[in-house]
């Protein structure tokens, strides 16, 4: 499984942006989970999460009411547009997925990073 994030880039405060997450290979019995991010020097942290129909969503207390998580399962990929951006939100954001087993082993996989910066 490939995870390949894509939509990040520098923007002013108060702009918006678009993150995709893209999956290839081995995408049977794959569930997108949702993304997360990292700041220079703080630990990686979630941002917001999907259930596999993308009926129930979750996300940090710090980005809702901006940011927006999705899924086109057809394609499988995962979106996060952020809205209304502050500086506070520079980091690395990365997409989490998962194929469980039918074993009932979990695996998890990561997207290499897609960086987001905000100036002020």
């Known amino acids: 499984v490939q995870l390949v994030e894509s939509g990040g880039g520098l923007v002013q405060a108060g702009g918006s942006l678009r993150l995709s997450c893209a999956a290839s290979?081995?995408?049977?019995?794959?569930?997108?989970v949702g993304w997360y991010r990292q700041a220079p020097g703080k630990q990686r942290e979630l941002v917001a999460v999907i259930t596999d129909g993308g009926g129930s969503t979750d996300y940090a207390d710090s980005v809702k009411g901006r940011f927006a998580i999705s899924r086109d399962n057809t394609k499988n990929t995962m979106y996060l547009q952020m809205n209304s951006l502050k500086p506070e939100d520079t980091a690395v954001y990365s997409c989490?997925?998962?194929?469980?087993?039918?074993?009932?082993?979990?695996?998890?996989?990561w997207g290499q990073g897609t960086q987001v910066t905000v100036s002020s």
């Open positions: 989490k997925a998962q194929v469980r087993s039918y074993g009932g082993t979990v695996y998890v996989y």
């Open positions: 290979g081995s995408t049977f019995r794959l569930s997108l």
